[in-house]
C-alpha cells in the first residue's frame, strides 16, 4: 500500500523560500517512476487546489498562480517527490498535500503539511 509522508513546511516571511518534500513508501523503485505525483493546496473552507504535477516523464504542469515560482521535480532513486517554492507571498498560505495518482486512477494523500507565509 503507497503511502505519502509530506516534511518541510513552516513559516516564512513574503519573499522567502521553502522546499517541501514528499517520500512515498509501499512502492519498488522502479513502480515509483512510473506514478504521476504531484502537490495540491487548501484553505481552510475552500476547495483543494492544484499547485504542479510531474509525470513518469518528468513533464510539469503548474497552476498560473505559482508558474514562474515554485519548481516541481521528482527523485525516483529516492522515491522523493520535492517542491521548491520561491518568492513565497501572503496568498501561498495553506495545507500543502502530496498526491499520487496510481495506474488505476486511485488517488493517495500524504497528511499534509502547513505553509504560512507572513510578515
Known amino acids: 500500500q503507497v503511502q505519502l509522508v509530506e516534511s518541510g513546511g513552516g513559516s516564512v516571511q513574503p519573499g522567502g523560500s521553502l522546499r517541501l518534500s514528499c517520500a512515498a513508501s509501499?512502492?519498488?523503485?522502479?513502480?515509483?517512476?512510473?506514478?504521476?505525483m504531484g502537490w495540491y493546496r487548501q484553505i481552510l473552507g475552500k476547495e483543494r487546489e492544484l499547485v504542479a504535477t510531474i509525470g513518469s516523464s518528468r513533464t510539469t504542469k503548474y497552476a498560473d498562480s505559482v508558474k514562474g515560482r515554485f519548481t516541481i521535480s521528482r527523485d525516483n532513486a529516492k522515491n522523493t517527490v520535492l517542491l521548491q517554492m520561491n518568492s513565497l507571498r501572503f496568498d501561498d498560505t495553506a495545507m500543502y498535500y502530496c498526491?499520487?495518482?496510481?495506474?488505476?486512477?486511485?488517488?493517495?494523500w500524504g497528511q499534509g503539511t502547513q505553509v504560512t507565509v507572513s510578515s
Open positions: 509501499g512502492v519498488p523503485g522502479f513502480m515509483f517512476s512510473l506514478i504521476g
Open positions: 498526491n499520487a495518482k496510481l495506474s488505476d486512477n486511485r488517488d493517495v
